[in-house]
């Protein structure tokens, strides 16, 4: 398995723009898909985004789609999400996951088999 640490949460306005890091360790990092997901007080925790191992496929939860984009950089070991356009509802903990079998449903947590321990997003009105 690989492990995780989220980076560059804080506290901004609405219509802010905000760059979260994951980084990874492990010598097979390439060989995951990874995935970024929140979990806002008093609810589950929810898909965000997800990227295939090559970094050539991409998935967006439809609440984010067209305002947060995801990406890789294997060489480095580190998955971004850029955050554009942040509403007050995108206020959550934020978490990197991996997963080796890309197989299962993107938004099922029990498919991710790494986690990191999340970064905070809060969003100003």
């Known amino acids: 398995q690989v492990q995780l640490v989220e980076s560059g949460g804080g506290l901004v306005q609405a219509g802010d723009s905000l760059r979260l890091s994951c980084a990874a360790s492990?010598?097979?990092?390439?060989?995951?898909?990874m995935g970024w997901f929140r979990q806002a007080p008093g609810k589950e925790r929810e898909f965000v985004a997800a990227i295939s191992w090559s970094g050539g496929n991409t998935h967006y939860a439809d609440s984010v789609k067209g305002r947060f984009a995801i990406s890789r950089d294997n060489a480095k070991k580190m998955v971004y999400l850029q955050m554009n356009s942040l509403k007050p509802e995108d206020t959550a903990v934020y978490y990197c996951?991996?997963?080796?079998?890309?197989?299962?449903?993107?938004?099922?947590?029990?498919?991710?088999?790494?986690w990191g321990p999340g970064t905070q997003v809060t969003v100003s009105s």
């Open positions: 996951a991996a997963r080796r079998d890309s197989s299962g449903s993107l938004y099922d947590t029990q498919n991710f088999g790494s």
């Open positions: 492990g010598r097979t990092f390439s060989m995951y898909e």
